[in-house]
């Protein structure tokens, strides 16, 4: 089933396409790696699925509704949510208050705000940071303050997760660990779809592979096939 | 523990405290007349419109001047309808009015961040009071108008009424889940927005909610003044002075702008009958010397004395 399809999605930044006319698809249930150059579009694309950024050219969908021209809230309540690349916590805010305001206003109303709270703790666990409950987020190192954000992200309970560059600055050891996330953020039950440079991990995790350059996508398929394919590799190392 | 200090902490001992300072204050004009009831009435109106600004800019970080056209907005309700209705009535159209203004603003403007919202929440005022004075001049050919007489002591507790109705709001508006989501908008507006919390209805409403105090408090106390004019109703000072008294205060904790307000107020006037030529002078240095020795108010430092206090107290023990 698939979950999230664009068709011929575009977005012009005054004279600059940052997208033109990418088709996507992300099927219930994988993975779904989405790399290319810097400028390559891949966080226009993410923030035109969550709506922080609206185009009218091209359809966006989510479990089959058409959800452009919807605003961020209504596309987080429908069970769509995301992390950002420059990390976009509550810094004031201990870190599990962070994760409350997701399970508090991310799911459709009349949710009894006790039960809100456990899962906030729960999920806080869940991304190794029950130590750190009532640390305001500032002070978190920037490993923890990303998982404050994927916990705030999954509080929200959607069914597609959005991460924008989840292990950029992270060492090798924060690396192994955020893949293990991804792979047991998928084992809820939930959709992945990752924007990531670092290789060894989107090669490591992925079941599929979007490649855009340009405003374009240029290949699609699985890890192997994109390791292999000619237009990826000229993109990322030259003639 | 210190057995003072449980008994000041005690909820019930709290709450107990503010009944009987309500009461106190409700019964004041009943056996007590004279310049300090009209003094305390200043001191409830400063800090109903402190009260007011800090709910809405206090938690999300938007910066209005725009208390003072709301303000004026309640103050030209009761100038025009204060001889046909009743003062309560009055007092509620003047609310509501305000409240409207706010949320057809907010409804404009509360796309514009930091210092664009301020410049233009500012202006506002300047665009109110002019519009009212072309009006007067070129439609009626007047300036200014008599505002109906009203009894001091009804004055008082319509005031006092309204001053329990602002606080119990931001009270409830602080421990709520609205609360919370005012204050991930100031932390970070975008993020709110993807966690579900639709930011611009929740602005929205908060701003016009906080106008309703500001707009009600300028209805009743313009039947004091007697003679209004555009100039007196839309006066920039009632969009200063509230931010001033929530910093010079705090903003940490409820208490911080009543506690600057009131304190502001009573340095406002003594300094003023003391020193009429320096008073300014005085002022601004006090409020320098605030700003950079009490980053968080008054009420931080004297939670910071406090707990300093109770240090020593332990050590000696």
């Known amino acids: 089933m698939r979950i999230l399809e664009g068709e011929g999605v575009s977005k012009h930044f005054g004279g600059l396409a940052a997208l033109s006319n990418v088709d996507f698809h992300v099927d219930a249930g994988e993975i779904v790696g989405l790399i290319g150059p810097n400028g390559a579009g ?32 209504q596309i987080c309540r429908m069970g769509l949510a995301r992390t950002f690349q420059s990390v976009k916590i509550f810094g004031n805010m201990p870190a599990l208050t962070n994760v409350y305001i997701g399970s508090l206003f991310g799911i459709p109303a009349g949710t009894p705000s006790a039960y809100a709270a456990k899962g906030a703790e729960e999920l806080l666990e869940f991304v190794g940071l029950s130590a750190s409950k009532v640390t305001p987020a500032k002070d978190l190192t920037l490993v923890n303050q990303k998982r404050v954000e994927v916990a705030r992200a999954l509080a929200t309970k959607p069914e597609l997760l959005l991460l924008d560059e989840l292990m950029a600055g992270l060492n090798p050891t924060e690396v192994a660990q955020a893949m293990e996330l991804v792979t047991k953020i998928r084992d809820r039950g939930i959709t992945v779809f990752v924007i990531e440079h670092v290789m060894k991990a989107i090669m490591g995790v992925c079941d599929r592979i979007i490649v855009l350059h340009h405003g374009e996508k240029i290949a699609e398929g699985t890890p192997q096939e994109i390791a292999n394919n000619r237009a990826v590799v000229e993109v990322y190392l030259g003639e | 523990m210190n057995s003072v200090a449980s008994i000041v902490l005690n909820r019930s001992f709290q709450l107990g405290l503010l009944a009987v300072i309500l009461i106190a204050l409700a019964t004041l004009p009943l056996h007590y007349q004279g310049y300090n009831i009209v003094r305390l009435l200043n001191i409830f109106m400063f800090v109903v419109l402190t009260v007011s600004w800090v709910i809405f800019s206090g938690s999300t970080g938007y910066m209005s001047l725009a208390s003072a056209a709301f303000f004026g907005v309640g103050i030209y309700t009761s100038a025009l309808l204060g001889d046909k209705l009743p003062i309560a009535v009055v007092v509620g159209i003047g609310a509501l009015v305000s409240s409207c203004v706010a949320f057809l603003v907010g409804a404009l403007t509360l796309r514009l961040r930091g210092i664009y919202f301020a410049i233009f ?88 909610v906080s106008a309703l105090f500001v707009g009600a408090s300028g209805a009743i106390i313009a039947t004091r003044w007697t003679y209004i004019d555009p100039g007196i109703a839309f006066n920039p000072l009632y969009s200063f002075m509230p931010v001033l008294m929530a910093i010079f205060g705090g903003m940490g904790r409820l208490l911080g702008p009543v506690i600057g307000a009131i304190a502001f107020t009573y340095l406002k006037e003594e300094l003023g009958t003391e020193f009429p030529e320096l008073y300014m002078l005085i002022f601004g240095i006090i409020l320098i010397v605030a700003i950079l020795y009490m980053p968080n108010g008054l009420v931080g430092l004297i939670q910071r004395l406090w707990i300093r206090g109770f240090r020593r107290q332990d050590a000696d023990t």
């Open chain 1, 42 to 73: 891949k966080t226009t694309l993410f923030n035109l699925v969550s709506a922080a950024l609206t185009t009218k050219q091209g359809v966006i969908k989510f479990k089959g509704r058409k959800i452009t021209g919807l605003k961020p809230h």
């Open chain 2, 121 to 208: 929440t500012f202006g506002l005022v300047e665009l109110i009071k002019h519009l009212t004075l072309w009006w007067e001049i070129n439609m009626e050919d007047r300036r200014g108008r008599l505002v109906v007489y009203v009894e001091n002591d009804i004055i008082f507790w319509v005031m006092l009424s309204i001053l329990v109705a602002t606080l119990l709001t931001a009270y409830f508006i602080r421990r709520s889940k609205w609360g919370l989501a005012l204050q991930s908008i100031g932390e970070n507006e975008e993020a709110a927005a993807h966690m579900g919390i639709n930011v611009t209805l929740v602005k929205v409403i908060t701003f016009a």
